[in-house]
């Protein structure tokens, strides 16, 4: 649906970025009702991006332009969410922020429509998106929690290349057509790439696993271990889970892995935790061998999980989580909250 007299002023920060250009092909493939369309680029100087098949100048943020929309979506860093979002949310403006600036704000709802609708109010007109890595975690565990309860968390999440940005995914490919190049050596070891390709991420990518998402602390963890450790319990509403995350990135283009074990409140057959993960709202559940990989899972809206089976004890689900980055871990997840305050009545334009 084309821009309307009768939609809404949306405002997208960030829209000339990955994440920002999902996020306009979803409201015009979801047929949101966008009257006028204002986008800003990612950074400081102008670009452009095409909503309707129209070619939209989209200049540096201006502060004055959003705080006159109807809806703001931040699609970009965690200081230009700082910046922006409390300003706009106090003048009336509805914000969904995909930063992690405000995640753990407990004045900001953090939302996944399948799994905490109920975190947003009226009252707060800044919404926090999660984490894309614990957002297909909490769509697979929600029903499993609300029904028989999740007790522990054990992850492994292997990441793809798109969640560092553009320049680790250009740093991905660079070294890959480097390393083509490269006679395999007889002994095994790994070629050496030329010196330069490796400034985005802490270790050379292609052909590699790096087990570092983020700095790593004096704990021993990485900023995306403690991100999911700690977006999870607050999506589910379970502030002492113990949850213990593994963050690894892998040289995948897009679509987020997660290996995860399930400490539930009492045993539960195989048979029951299929019936119950089938049950889960955003959730598809395939079995024996079938099963979604990154590669499968690009692209697609659906969080997709797999190879379910009793983990160490009988309490223990064992389960294979595959969704998209960019889409429910970033600009579908924002665009469905959006729906929700639609479906609300919340969102009438000005």
Same mark, same amino acid.
Request: charge should be positive.
């Given at each position: 649906?084309? &821009?309307?007299?009768?939609?809404?002023?949306?405002?997208v920060?960030g829209a000339?970025?990955?994440?920002?250009?999902?996020?306009?092909a979803?409201?015009?493939?979801? /047929?949101?009702?966008?009257?006028?369309?204002?986008?800003? *680029?990612?950074?400081?100087?102008?670009?452009?991006?095409?909503?309707?098949?129209? !070619?939209?100048?989209a200049p540096?943020?201006?502060?004055?332009?959003l705080?006159s929309?109807?809806?703001?979506f931040l699609?970009?860093?965690?200081?230009?969410?700082?910046?922006?979002?409390?300003?706009?949310?106090?003048?009336?403006?509805?914000?969904?922020?995909?930063?992690a600036?405000?995640?753990?704000?407990?004045?900001?709802? %953090?939302?996944?429509?399948?799994?905490? &609708?109920?975190?947003?109010?009226?009252?707060?007109?800044?919404?926090?998106?999660?984490?894309?890595?614990?957002t297909g975690l909490?769509?697979?565990a +929600?029903?499993?929690?609300r029904?028989i309860?999740?007790?522990?968390?054990?992850?492994?999440?292997?990441?793809?290349v798109?969640?560092?940005?553009?320049s680790?995914?250009?740093?991905?490919l660079?070294?890959?057509?480097?390393?083509? /190049?490269t006679? &395999?050596d007889? @002994?095994?070891?790994?070629?050496?790439?030329?010196?330069?390709?490796? !400034?985005?991420?802490p270790?050379?990518?292609?052909?590699?696993?790096?087990?570092?998402?983020?700095r790593?602390?004096?704990?021993?963890?990485?900023?995306?271990?403690?991100?999911?450790?700690?977006e999870?319990?607050?999506?589910?509403?379970?502030?002492?889970?113990?949850? *213990? =995350?593994?963050?690894?990135?892998?040289?995948?283009?897009?679509?987020?892995?997660?290996?995860?074990?399930?400490?539930?409140?009492?045993?539960? +057959?195989?048979?029951?935790a299929?019936?119950?993960?089938?049950?889960?709202?955003?959730?598809?559940?395939?079995?024996? @061998?079938e099963?979604?990989?990154p590669?499968?899972?690009?692209?697609? @809206?659906?969080?997709?999980?797999?190879?379910?089976?009793?983990?160490?004890?009988p309490?223990?689900?064992? %389960?294979?989580?595959?969704?998209?980055?960019?889409? /429910?871990g =970033?600009?579908?997840? +924002?665009?469905?909250?959006a729906?929700?305050?639609?479906?609300?009545g919340?969102?009438? *334009?000005?």
């Amino acid at each position: 649906m084309p &821009p309307t007299r009768d939609g809404l002023i949306v405002g997208v920060v960030g829209a000339t970025g990955m994440v920002g250009r999902e996020l306009l092909a979803l409201l015009e493939r979801r /047929k949101f009702p966008v009257r006028e369309l204002r986008p800003f *680029s990612s950074g400081r100087t102008a670009a452009s991006v095409i909503f309707h098949g129209r !070619r939209i100048s989209a200049p540096a943020v201006n502060a004055a332009a959003l705080s006159s929309c109807d809806l703001a979506f931040l699609v970009s860093s965690d200081e230009v969410a700082r910046t922006l979002a409390p300003r706009l949310a106090e003048s009336g403006v509805w914000t969904i922020d995909d930063s992690a600036a405000f995640r753990m704000d407990p004045r900001v709802p %953090l939302v996944i429509p399948e799994v905490n &609708p109920g975190a947003l109010r009226r009252d707060a007109r800044l919404i926090a998106g999660p984490n894309c890595t614990m957002t297909g975690l909490a769509v697979a565990a +929600s029903r499993l929690h609300r029904e028989i309860g999740v007790r522990a968390v054990r992850v492994a999440s292997y990441q793809a290349v798109s969640g560092a940005g553009r320049s680790a995914l250009e740093e991905l490919l660079s070294q890959s057509r480097a390393l083509a /190049k490269t006679r &395999p050596d007889p @002994d095994g070891r790994a070629p050496r790439l030329p010196a330069g390709i490796g !400034r985005a991420l802490p270790r050379a990518i292609a052909f590699n696993a790096v087990p570092q998402v983020g700095r790593i602390g004096k704990d021993g963890c990485s900023g995306e271990e403690n991100k999911v450790r700690d977006e999870l319990r607050r999506v589910l509403s379970a502030p002492r889970l113990p949850v *213990s =995350a593994t963050a690894v990135r892998v040289p995948t283009i897009r679509g987020h892995a997660l290996a995860a074990w399930l400490t539930l409140a009492r045993p539960l +057959s195989r048979a029951r935790a299929l019936a119950v993960l089938r049950r889960t709202p955003g959730l598809s559940v395939q079995d024996g @061998d079938e099963y979604p990989t990154p590669r499968s899972a690009g692209g697609t @809206d659906i969080v997709g999980a797999a190879r379910v089976r009793i983990g160490a004890n009988p309490r223990e689900i064992a %389960l294979w989580i595959v969704s998209d980055n960019l889409l /429910k871990g =970033a600009a579908l997840n +924002s665009t469905q909250i959006a729906e929700e305050l639609l479906r609300r009545g919340w969102l009438p *334009s000005r």
